[in-house]
Nanobody, 115 residues
Framework: VQLVESGGGLVQPGGSLRLSCTTSGFTLSRYDMSWYRQAPGKERELVARLSSIGWITNYADAVKGRFTISRDNAKNTMYLQMNSLKPEDTAVYYC?????????WGQGTQVTVSS
C-alpha cells in the first residue's frame, strides 16, 4: 500500500495549488479518502473528506468555499484544489485512506503561503 502526495510548494496569498494523492496497492474505490494538514506546533487536523459511497464531502470550516476535494478512481488518485490561499493554510498536507479498521497515510507535502 502506498500513498504519495505531490503538488505542494510556495504560493502567494490569494493564489491556488492543486494537491494530488496517487495511490497503489489497494482498491481506491472502496476507501473513504481524506486530506489532513499539520502546521508547525499544531496538531494534525482534518481538512476535507470524500466518502467512497455517494461521494459525500465534508470540509473544515476554515476551508469551506475555498478548497475542493475530488477523486478519480480510474487513475487511483485523489485531489485537493486549493484556491484563495491564506498564510494560515501553511502546513504539511497529508492524504489518508480509510476502509473499516484500516488507515493508510502518505508522507506529506509542504504548502507554504507567503508573500
Amino acid at each position: 500500500v502506498q500513498l504519495v502526495e505531490s503538488g505542494g510548494g510556495l504560493v502567494q496569498p490569494g493564489g491556488s495549488l492543486r494537491l494530488s494523492c496517487t495511490t497503489s496497492g489497494f482498491t481506491l474505490s472502496r476507501y473513504d479518502m481524506s486530506w489532513y494538514r499539520q502546521a508547525p506546533g499544531k496538531e494534525r487536523e482534518l481538512v476535507a473528506r470524500l466518502s467512497s459511497i455517494g461521494w459525500i464531502t465534508n470540509y473544515a470550516d476554515a476551508v469551506k468555499g475555498r478548497f475542493t476535494i475530488s477523486r478519480d478512481n480510474a487513475k487511483n488518485t485523489m485531489y485537493l484544489q486549493m484556491n484563495s490561499l491564506k498564510p494560515e493554510d501553511t502546513a504539511v498536507y497529508y492524504c489518508k485512506a480509510t476502509y473499516r479498521d484500516s488507515n493508510y497515510w502518505g508522507q506529506g507535502t509542504q504548502v507554504t503561503v507567503s508573500s
